[in-house]
Nanobody, 121 residues
Framework: QVQLAESGGGLVQPGGSLRLTCAAS????????MRWYRQAPGKERDLVAS???????NYADDVKGRFTISRGYGRNTAYLQMNSLKSEDTAVYSC???????????????WGQGTQVTVSP
């Protein structure tokens, strides 16, 4: 059973920083892409950043230059370093990944439970 678990959310003042962690566990053959999404109250869930197994990264326009997505050394972990945080970054941040489970030939998409990030004075 493959699972994703996020951590690192919390309350931070505007201009501050947080680092979110997404850890994949279970019987995993390979992870193709890891992504971070966020959903603010009353809004749709939006893609924030993604990182492919090749190392290619993509960012939403409103976080470019402030957020950095990376993979851990063990490759089953993704991080989202968030700097210069603004009040409009307040949202539930969720991890998403395309994973090939052990013994499978097909990739499946998994979601974590989400972690709250609140940017407020």
């Amino acid at each position: 059973q493959v699972q994703l678990a996020e951590s690192g959310g919390g309350l931070v003042q505007p201009g501050g920083s947080l680092r979110l962690t997404c850890a994949a566990s279970g019987s995993i053959q390979g992870i193709i892409v890891m992504r971070w999404y966020r959903q603010a109250p009353g809004k749709e869930r939006d893609l924030v950043a993604s990182i492919h197994t090749s190392g290619t990264t993509n960012y939403a326009d409103d976080v470019k230059g402030r957020f950095t997505i990376s993979r851990g050394y063990g490759r089953n972990t993704a991080y989202l370093q968030m700097n210069s945080l603004k009040s409009e970054d307040t949202a539930v941040y969720s991890c998403n990944a395309d994973i090939v489970p052990s013994g499978s030939i097909r990739q499946m998409t998994y979601w974590g439970q989400g972690t709250q990030v609140t940017v407020s004075p």
